[in-house]
């Protein structure tokens, strides 16, 4: 932040041509992996200790187990990563123009937080020093990101165009639309959450190209002509125009510029286009992320993602020419030499104190507390035991492919989700995409009646991201007209005999953001 480096993505984000391909089409999941990729390889910039940073993703999915079980109520209580990132409290609501667009909320000054600047042409005490967030403590647990809700939305596409749309629409769009203000803007990756929230994105996509397009190691050409990892859709060329098809071998469009002024090729931006250098850019390439050269990068998970990444939700698989990963650890070497960052106007003392201060608190606090909620990059050899390490890992000269680590122990709230799952599958037959597409359905109609309703997106959001409204307030909208039905007629005396009814429905509430019933 203090470099001018993270407010340079900001920009990225919000300039029209890069927009136009990071939403609303299919090019959604591998436009938002290149970004999450080229933003991490800034983190490692930064100077030798971090050289094998990544971010820690935000496993929105135990929140919704949480929140099911009853532990807590809301995002924020749920989500213990979100108060680690600044928390949700501060002293007023402020207006920010942050790259040039206003956004009002709570300004939260807490750390990382009062390093963030709003603009490449603003410094010192011209920067806010605070970013505006919404009321994450009173904000309901989106039906969308409960483990019934996502196993629908990342099995039952046959390919990655259908994957994709579906959990742009779903899971990805309840996220920003419940957290409000930064986060419900193009302006969101402001919000370090933003990138943990895409990096959840990324371990589904992970998931899902495991098992419907396999392991295996694949050239160019067979990415290209994969029937399930390549499939392509029209441009976003205006409003309500379309342009031609992506074609595989499409280079990422990705532009800065202040106020989507002057843009340029981000790969030549005198301040973050060195992360660019050596990363694939063409569409195809990035859709497995343990095959982007020095850029490769895997997934620590555990409890139920672990699950999910294990058994595919227990559909078919596609099958393996090379063994699935395993569980693994492996031990931490010496640490080379890596490039720091470029500087801008302040002095470079000052800058790198700083640097150093922000990141020090970034990755000295969220990564030892979070274990295995992380992403790990392939060229590292880390520790999954050890809690701290003393001595950052660092790169290592091995180019094998490393494994997925994973950990099949479950939590708590965990057991008790899964315990629900597994005998309403045994009393129906068993696992099917038609017994998994029912237990959605009965997710959804718990929270509208048991905790505190479905959230509906508020017009201004809908314009912006292109939507209409909550996946699962349109299941129970179908449900409640008759469109839909629950095969198994029990189904609530079933849900509350495992979770009882948490917070029923009694009124609803209107914020600037979402609609809520609580």
């Keep these: 932040m203090d470099t001018g480096a993270y407010i340079k993505f900001v920009e990225i984000h919000t300039e029209m041509k890069s927009e136009m391909e990071a939403h609303k089409q299919c090019m ?3 436009w938002h ?95 806010t020093r605070c970013l505006p967030r919404g009321k994450w403590g009173s904000a309901k647990v989106p039906a969308s990101i409960s483990y019934a809700s996502v196993i629908s939305q990342v099995f039952n596409g046959t390919n990655i165009e259908k994957v994709s749309r579906t959990v742009e629409r779903g899971c990805h769009a309840d996220i920003h639309a419940t957290l409000g203000s930064t986060m419900a803007r193009f302006q969101s990756p402001a919000d370090p959450i933003f990138w943990s929230h895409h990096a959840m994105l990324d371990a589904l996509l992970t998931i899902f190209h495991k098992c419907r397009v396999g392991t295996r190691r694949m050239t160019f050409e067979e990415k290209a002509a994969d ?8 441009r976003r060329v205006g409003k ?88 693994t650890t492996i031990s931490p070497v010496a640490a080379p030499n890596v490039p720091t960052s470029t500087l801008s106007d302040r002095s470079q003392e ?5 640097s150093r201060s922000f990141f020090d608190w970034l990755f000295g606090r969220i990564l030892p507390k979070e274990s295995r909620v992380r992403r790990r990059l392939s060229s590292c050899r880390t520790s999954t035991t050890t809690k701290k390490e003393t001595i950052p890992p660092a790169p290592s000269s091995s180019n094998h492919r490393a494994p997925v680590v994973i950990a099949l122990n479950l939590t708590r709230s965990e057991k008790r989700v899964m315990n629900w799952y597994n005998d309403m599958m045994a009393a129906n037959g068993g696992q099917s995409m038609e017994n998994i597409a029912d237990m959605e359905r009965q997710v959804c109609m718990f929270h509208d009646q048991c905790l505190g309703g ?22 129970v909208s179908a449900i409640t007209s008759g469109e839909q039905k629950i095969v198994d007629a029990a189904w609530k005396e079933k849900m509350e005999a495992h979770f009882g009814c948490p917070h029923p429905v009694n009124k609803t509430v209107v914020t600037n953001d979402a609609k809520q019933s609580v």
Aim: hydrophobic residues 35%.
């Design 33 to 127: 992996r290149l970004f999450l990729v080229v933003f991490e390889n800034m983190l490692r910039g930064q100077g030798p200790k971090y050289a094998c940073v990544t971010i820690p993703y935000f496993n929105w999915m135990e929140a919704s187990n949480k929140a099911l079980t009853g532990e807590c109520k809301s995002l924020g209580d749920c989500s213990p990563i979100m108060k680690e990132l600044g928390g949700f409290t501060g002293d007023s609501q402020k207006t920010v123009a942050i790259n040039g667009k206003s956004v009002t909320g709570i300004c939260v000054a807490e750390a990382p937080l009062n390093h963030f600047c709003q603009s490449s042409s603003k410094t010192g005490a011209a920067c």
């Design 227 to 234: 029937p399930v990892a390549w499939a392509s859709c029209n």
């Design 454 to 475: 479905i959230i509906d997106y508020s017009d201004e959001f809908k314009a912006l991201w292109g939507v209409q409204e909550p996946r699962c307030r349109a299941i």
């Design 240 to 327: 309500t125009t379309t342009g031609p098809v992506f074609k595989p071998s499409d280079v990422v469009t990705m532009r800065t510029g202040e106020n989507g002024s002057n843009p340029m090729e981000a790969s030549e931006d005198p301040v973050i286009g060195r992360y660019f250098k050596g990363v694939p850019n063409r569409f195809a390439d990035l859709m497995d992320g343990s095959d982007l050269g020095s850029s490769s990068y895997t997934y620590e998970i555990n409890g139920l993602l672990a699950l999910m990444y294990n058994t595919c939700g227990g559909m078919a698989v596609k099958d393996h020419t090379t063994r699935a990963p395993v569980a």
């Design 28 to 30: 959604f999941i591998y």
């Design 350 to 354: 000052e800058q790198v104190s700083d």
